[in-house]
């Protein structure tokens, strides 16, 4: 299925650059996820650019029964602690997959209050600083900058997930 899916992308962005008249300079990127196609697309015109995402935001779903960018977000350089599920290099730079509904599921800390009743991803990022040797709320809110951006400052989360809660972090395959 994937290499159908390819074979549609690429005449969508041949109809999108022949129909603007502009030469096609296109380069992307997808992956398929949760029965989501995730694409990131790299132009310098904006009206073939939009075109080709209108196109394949109506056309993979009636062509292969997938959603279209549906509930994920893709960081370059950076990652978000709360929604951040697994890294994915986009055009050979850094970058993380973000997931939202309908994808909650995914993350690693879905639960929104633990039975204390507090809020899990502000609990989540305290343990972390504790790991990083921050100590006391007051500290936390005050002195930690968090991860650095980055590849470094993603390993560094990976290992310090696994220091809190003794387990590695859910590994998410991408096809």
């Not at 599921?105 to 507090?118: A, K, M, Q, V």
Request: glycine letters at 6%; aromatic letters at 16%; hydrophobic letters at 35%.
């Amino acid at each position: 299925m994937r290499n159908k899916i390819d074979s549609y992308i690429k005449k969508v962005i041949t109809d999108a650059c022949v129909s603007e008249n502009k030469p096609n300079d296109v380069t992307y990127q997808f992956g398929i996820l949760e029965g989501t196609v995730i694409f990131v697309i790299n132009t310098r015109y904006i009206r073939v650019k939009r075109k080709i995402q209108y196109r394949l935001q109506n056309g993979i779903p009636k062509n292969f029964d997938l959603k279209f960018n549906e509930g994920f977000d893709i960081v370059i350089g950076a990652f978000d602690l709360n929604f951040a599920i697994a890294r994915w290099d986009v055009f050979e730079h850094f970058a993380t997959i973000s997931a939202f509904w309908p994808h909650n599921h995914l993350r690693p800390l879905y639960t929104n209050f633990d039975t204390s009743g507090e809020w899990v991803p502000a609990k989540h990022i305290e343990e972390l600083a504790k790991v990083n040797g921050v100590m006391s709320k007051e500290e936390f809110h005050e002195n930690w900058t968090g991860y650095e951006d980055g590849i470094r400052g993603w390993n560094k989360y990976l290992e310090d997930y696994k220091k809190v809660y003794g387990y590695d972090m859910p590994k998410i395959y991408i096809s």
